[in-house]
């Protein structure tokens, strides 16, 4: 069994800076990815920010410049430096892990719960 935990989502001001990280535990063989994805209001679910096990990262447009992915692996948790945020910014952020779960050995792919970030004024 995998879990995935987020935390650090919350209200801030247009232009602010948030913080979000996710940690992944339990029978984990070895993570080959993680990522953060966004579904707003009436929108489909896209990817934010990715990164793989070899440092490899991955960004969505209009988060180039402003969000940063980072991933301790000795703690299998990867975290968003959100900045500059933006009203459009605003969303349920979920995190995404790709792993190889230990019972099984396949590539299997565990999402969190969702944290909600809203920048309003």
């Known amino acids: 069994q995998v879990q995935v935990v987020e935390s650090g989502g919350g209200l801030v001001q247009p232009g602010g800076s948030l913080r979000l990280s996710c940690a992944a535990s339990?029978?984990?063989?070895?993570?080959?990815?993680m990522g953060w994805y966004r579904q707003a209001l009436g929108k489909q679910r896209e990817l934010v920010a990715s990164?793989?096990?070899?440092?490899?990262?991955n960004y969505l447009d209009s988060v180039k410049g402003r969000f940063t992915i980072s991933r301790d692996t000795a703690k299998n948790t990867v975290y968003l430096q959100m900045g500059s945020l933006k009203p459009e910014d605003t969303a349920v952020y979920y995190c995404?892990?790709?792993?190889?779960?230990?019972?099984?050995?396949?590539?299997?792919?565990?999402w969190g719960q969702g944290t909600q970030v809203t920048v309003s004024s």
């Open positions: 990164i793989t096990s070899g440092g490899t990262t």
């Open positions: 995404n892990v790709d792993s190889l779960p230990i019972a099984t050995m396949r590539k299997t792919t565990y």
């Open positions: 339990g029978n984990i063989f070895s993570i080959l990815a």
